[in-house]
């Protein structure tokens, strides 16, 4: 009996101190809840230089040799590479230089003369250095273009089917370039693109051999159409999402 009574005054003394004891520990701290990262908008820079190749096809206007067809400027299929770099140097534009190169299918143009001369060029390929400006938002990029061409030129003139020596006023190589085009940034580092070009490389006429001077001159361009892919070295965020909180 006397155990019994001892234990429940001691478990009312505890009963007793708990609400003063627990005053003593203080309020439980509370902890808010940081604010989850908010998704911003991707950031495109257009600032770096790339790499790239390209697909088309090209064709010449049609001309004469005093009214004498040029055959042949039927479209051409072409195939190439591009280098280049842009700066962007404003949230909607930029500046660039590209340097091309594109082989070309087939022969570019022949003419049938009276009395058995027959000429041809088998134009191997098209190359341009150009400067562009552009106008871009986010992703989406729209450039034009301009400055030198250069053609290689394979020419050669048969009498009866033999080779024989020619020569032209203009050896129609060095030309230029003017065109236009859009890229889209597809992913990070990588952009495609779509482009008319238009290349210009003189008149020529020929001043031998003497039975051909008075056939007069041809003019010697390129219509080009090209699809391509860039991989672009950045030197800027270009699409990656950035994480913001307030």
């Known amino acids: 009996m006397k155990k019994i009574l001892l234990a429940t005054v001691a478990l009312m003394a505890f009963a007793a101190a708990a609400p003063a004891f627990g005053a003593d520990l203080g309020a439980r701290p509370y902890y808010s809840k940081a604010p989850a990262p908010v998704y911003a908008a991707p950031i ?20 004469t040799f005093n009214g004498f067809a040029l055959s042949d400027h039927k479209t051409r299929f072409l ?3 591009q280098v280049g770099g842009d700066w962007q140097f404003h949230p909607n534009f930029l500046v660039g230089v590209e340097g091309q190169y594109s082989w070309l299918g087939g022969d570019q143009v022949s003419a049938a003369f009276p009395g058995g001369f027959v000429y041809n060029n088998d134009q191997r390929g098209i190359g341009s250095i150009t400067g562009r400006v552009g106008w871009t938002w986010g992703p ?26 020619f020569a032209l006023s ?31 490389f003189g008149d020529s006429r020929f001043v031998a ?3 051909l001077v008075p056939f ?25 999402p950035v994480a913001t909180g307030y």
């Not at 034009?144 to 394979?154: E, F, H, I, L």
């Not at 041809?218 to 800027?236: L, P």
């Open 140 to 165: 989406g990029l729209v450039y034009a273009k301009g400055g030198y061409a250069y053609s290689d030129n394979n020419e050669t003139l048969r009498f009866g089917g033999i080779p024989v020596g």
């Open 216 to 240: 007069g001159s041809f003019h010697n361009d390129e219509h080009t159409v090209k699809a391509g892919i860039n991989y672009r070295f950045n030197f800027g965020n270009f699409g990656g």
């Open 170 to 200: 203009d050896r129609h190589r060095n030309g230029f370039t003017v065109g236009g085009g859009i890229e889209y940034m597809f992913a990070p580092n990588w952009s495609a693109k779509a482009e008319y070009q238009f290349y210009d």
């Open 209 to 211: 051999p003497a039975p």
């Open 44 to 63: 495109y820079n257009w600032t770096g230089f790339y790499v790239g190749g390209h697909i088309g096809g090209a064709f010449t206007s049609s001309d």
């Open 79 to 81: 195939g190439g590479v």
